[in-house]
Each structure stands twice: as structure tokens, then as C-alpha cells.
């Protein structure tokens, strides 16, 4: 059975830290792009941070540059996404996805594989 499930949310106090993790079955995670993406009440799901498994090269929106990061371990079949200095703007349902071959990993068309998502709050 194809599975992708995200775990790591919380409540999270502005300025802190958290890690997301993205664990796949029934699929071999290395062989796809990855994308992390998010949802906030009343907004459209956005593109967050991905990695193409072509090169491991990575693309982040604008809002995230130099505060999240997104990694593999490969031997784990797991994707993270640590995120640092969350703002309260950061809160969201995040949710991890897979797919083969994108061009724009940050577009969520195109991706095979959704998991369930993950409820992040940034709030004091």
C-alpha cells in the first residue's frame, strides 16, 4: 500500500523551532521529487520547500528562504523539513507530497502522492 504520512507538528512559541518528517511506504521516496506545501485557514495551498531527486537541489518560497530546510535520509525513506524562527504567518496544515519527473516542485500539479497533513501553530 502506497503511503505518505507527515508527523512533527505542534504548538510552537514565535522565534522557535520544529521538524517536520515525511515517511513514505510502499514507495522507494529517493526515486521522486519531494514537496512540502501548506495550508492556512481561508488560503489556498501553497508551496513551501521541495528537493528534486534528480540532483537533490532544492527550491523554497520567498517566505521561507533561510529559515526552513528540507532534507532526505534516504535509508530512513523519510523527508523532513526543519523549520527555524516560525512566525505566527507560518501557521498552517503542512502536507508532504511525492512525484515523479517535475519540472516546478514548488507547483503542487503533478504530484502522485499526498499524505494526511500536519497541523503547525506559531502563536504565544
Known amino acids: 500500500q502506497v503511503q505518505v504520512v507527515e508527523s512533527g507538528g505542534g504548538l510552537v512559541q514565535p522565534g522557535g523551532s520544529l521538524r517536520l518528517s515525511c515517511a513514505a511506504s510502499g514507495f522507494t521516496l529517493d526515486y521522486y521529487d519531494i514537496g512540502w506545501f501548506r495550508q492556512a485557514p481561508g488560503k489556498d495551498r501553497e508551496g513551501v520547500a521541495c528537493m528534486h531527486s534528480s540532483d537533490d537541489s532544492t527550491v523554497y518560497a520567498d517566505s521561507v528562504k533561510g529559515r526552513f530546510t528540507i532534507s532526505r535520509d534516504n535509508a530512513k525513506n523519510t523527508v523532513y523539513l526543519q523549520m527555524n524562527s516560525l512566525k505566527p504567518e507560518d501557521t498552517a496544515v503542512y502536507y508532504c507530497?511525492?512525484?515523479?519527473?517535475?519540472?516546478?516542485?514548488?507547483?503542487?500539479?503533478?504530484?502522485?502522492?499526498w499524505g494526511q497533513g500536519t497541523q503547525v501553530t506559531v502563536s504565544s
Open positions: 507530497a511525492a512525484g515523479a519527473g517535475l519540472l516546478y516542485c514548488l507547483d503542487q500539479l503533478g504530484y502522485d502522492y
